[in-house]
């Protein structure tokens, strides 16, 4: 058990540019999280899959946003024509599945838009 | 996005200080967890939580579902420096997705 894997740690990038994450989970954790968290501010809930099905997606998820689980291993997050208010904690989580098992997080990638 | 609202804000305390938080929601759920976050990493879970009025301990660390299901409560006793951090509750309430609190940041004076 190698933990939650998030790659990059750090992406720093112009306004307008498009960027992607990506999440390795816990080897055959079913559900797969994303979250945003803003300084000072408790995760948000983005999207959620299980298997490669992604299950729900929130408001906060707009347009400029799409997230991928094409084997129902690995996760991919994408934003589009990046904006100041993108810049953000992107974190990423996994659980079995089997009731309400607790998530376990990722480091995070720590997104930063000049 | 929905936060839960976590008290208190945030504190300063003594070392061997005893730490109380709580986390209330307006809606029911049926799991509440904890989290520790420290700087630049992700959140780590500490105490999972799944019935109303349950107790549950880990080391220093004892949490309890509140026999409402609309709030839970941390506490640490005997604090450490390293207890220093943001701490999060999360509850669950009908879908698997997890509504985070707004955490409480911790301060150890040693």
């Known amino acids: 058990d190698t933990g939650v894997s998030q790659d990059p740690r750090h992406k720093i990038t112009k306004r307008g540019q498009n960027v992607t994450f990506r999440c390795d989970p816990i080897?055959?954790?079913?559900?797969l999280y994303w979250y945003r968290q803003t300084l000072g501010q408790g995760p948000e809930f983005l999207t959620y899959f299980q298997n490669e099905a992604q299950l729900e997606k929130s408001r906060l998820l707009s347009d400029r946003f799409s997230a991928e689980r094409p084997k129902g291993s690995f996760s991919t997050l994408e934003i589009q024509r990046t904006e100041q208010g993108d810049s953000a904690m992107y974190l990423c989580?996994?659980?079995?599945?089997?009731?309400?098992?607790?998530?376990?997080f990722g480091d995070g990638t720590r997104l930063s838009i000049l | 996005g929905q936060q839960l609202n976590q008290s208190p804000q945030s504190m300063f305390i003594q070392e061997g200080e005893d730490v109380s938080m709580n986390c209330t929601s307006s809606?029911?759920?049926?799991?509440w967890l904890w989290y520790k976050q420290d700087p630049g990493e992700g959140p780590v879970l500490l105490i999972a939580l799944y019935k109303a009025g349950e107790l549950t301990s880990n080391g220093r660390l004892t949490a309890q579902f509140g026999i409402t299901r609309k709030d839970s409560f941390l506490n640490i006793s005997a604090s450490i420096p390293s207890d220093v951090g943001i701490y999060f509750c999360?509850?669950?309430?009908?879908?698997?997705?997890?509504?985070f609190g707004t955490g409480t940041r911790l301060k150890v004076l040693a």
């Open positions: 080897s055959e954790h079913n559900r």
């Open positions: 999360a509850g669950q309430g009908g879908t698997y997705k997890y509504i």
């Open positions: 809606s029911i759920f049926n799991t």
């Open positions: 989580a996994s659980s079995p599945t089997g009731g309400a098992e607790p998530q376990h």
